[in-house]
Structure formats: C-alpha cells, structure tokens
C-alpha cells in the first residue's frame, strides 16, 4: 500500500474487501493482528467483533508469525532504483515463498501461545 494506513483505509481496502469475506468462509478462523494504529481503530475494531480474535498482549513480538516470514525475504531483497522496482520485487518474492514454511509457522501457534503463557509474558524461545 502506498501512504499512510488509517484505520479507515485499513477497514476499507483490507477488512471489508479481503478479510471479511476470507473469514466468513472459515467459521472457526480467529483473526490476529498486532496493536498497530489502525488495527486499533474504533472502525476495524467494530467490524472484527464479528469474527474470533486472539487478544494481542503488549510488547509481544514472541507470537507474530509473519515476523518469521518477512526475515528471509528482507534477506533475499535485491537492490531496488525506484518504488515500482521495490515492489515488483516483494511481490515476486511472496509469490514464491515455500508454503510448507508458512503452514508450519500457522500450526506452531498453539505452542507459540502455550510457551507464551508459561513466561509470563517474558520472551521466549520463539
């Protein structure tokens, strides 16, 4: 997304096109996002109430899985002259990330939240 994201442009370019219909495929999804701006914003949070959300405890890096897929594709960037090339190059590299990464990092959530809850908050091996 280029400019800055609100959470009126989050709940109107993301939520209600992407994740709404996403989520209302998956009954028992549960939707997680971290205490950014606009996923705090009165607008996303009134349209998240409709769907099952994990609480997203402060300071708490330990249980946002994306984080371990944006490290090896920042580490694969090449170098890029201009926005349009930035871009081309980020969606180039999501279009090939190896999906058996990502269903690990999805089913390791459990023990995520677990290894989580047993320090306390404190970090984790994760």
């Known amino acids: 997304m280029r400019g800055t994201l609100t959470g009126q442009r989050y709940f109107d370019d993301i939520l209600r096109p992407h994740v709404g219909p996403f989520l209302n495929g998956l009954p028992e999804a549960n939707v997680q ?31 946002s899985p994306v984080e371990y897929v944006w490290d090896p594709l920042k580490r694969q960037m090449p170098s890029c002259h201009s926005v349009h090339d930035l871009e081309l190059a980020v969606q180039d590299l999501w279009a090939h990330l190896p999906q058996d990464n990502s269903i690990c990092l999805i089913n390791s959530m459990k023990d995520r939240v677990a290894v989580y809850i047993a320090a306390g908050g404190g970090p984790t091996r994760y």
């Open 33 to 63: 996002q971290d205490n950014a701006r606009p996923h705090t914003a009165r607008v996303a949070q009134d349209f998240l109430r409709h769907f099952q959300t994990l609480p997203w405890p402060a300071r708490s890096p330990d249980l």
